[in-house]
C-alpha cells in the first residue's frame, strides 16, 4: 500500500450484538417493581373500610302509657281478623307469583 492511500474500514455482515444480560436484568426489574406495587396497592388501598362510626348514647326512658285504648283498639282488631281470609289472599299471591 501507498502512503496517501486511506485503508477502509471493513464492515462486518454481522451486526453488533447488544448486551443481552442487561437487557434481561432490566427486564427482570421492572417486572418486580411493577409485582411489587400491587402487591403494595392491594395491601394498603384494598382493606375494607375501618369503621370510625361511635355508638351514640339512646335514652333508656320508656315513655309512660298514660291511656291502654289504643292498646285495646288494636287487641279487637287483632281479635276480629280472620286468619283464614288472610290464608286465601296469600293463597293468591302465591298464584299471581307463579306466572311471572
Known amino acids: 500500500m501507498d502512503e496517501n492511500q486511506v485503508q477502509k474500514p471493513t464492515v ?10 442487561t437487557a ?3 427486564g427482570l426489574l421492572v417486572a418486580v417493581l411493577l409485582l411489587a406495587a400491587v402487591v ?3 395491601f394498603v388501598y384494598n382493606q375494607p ?5 361511635t355508638p351514640t348514647s ?3 326512658a320508656v315513655p309512660t302509657v298514660n291511656s291502654s285504648a289504643d292498646l ?6 287483632l281479635d276480629t281478623t280472620d286468619l283464614d281470609s288472610a290464608e286465601t289472599d296469600l293463597k293468591a299471591n302465591d298464584s299471581d307469583a307463579a306466572t311471572f
Do not use: G
Open 12 to 21: 462486518s455482515a454481522e451486526p453488533k450484538k447488544t448486551n443481552n444480560k
Open 72 to 77: 285495646d283498639k288494636a287487641l279487637n282488631t
Open 58 to 60: 339512646t335514652s333508656s
Open 40 to 42: 403494595y396497592y392491594f
Open 49 to 53: 373500610a375501618k369503621s370510625t362510626n
Open 24 to 26: 434481561l436484568l432490566l
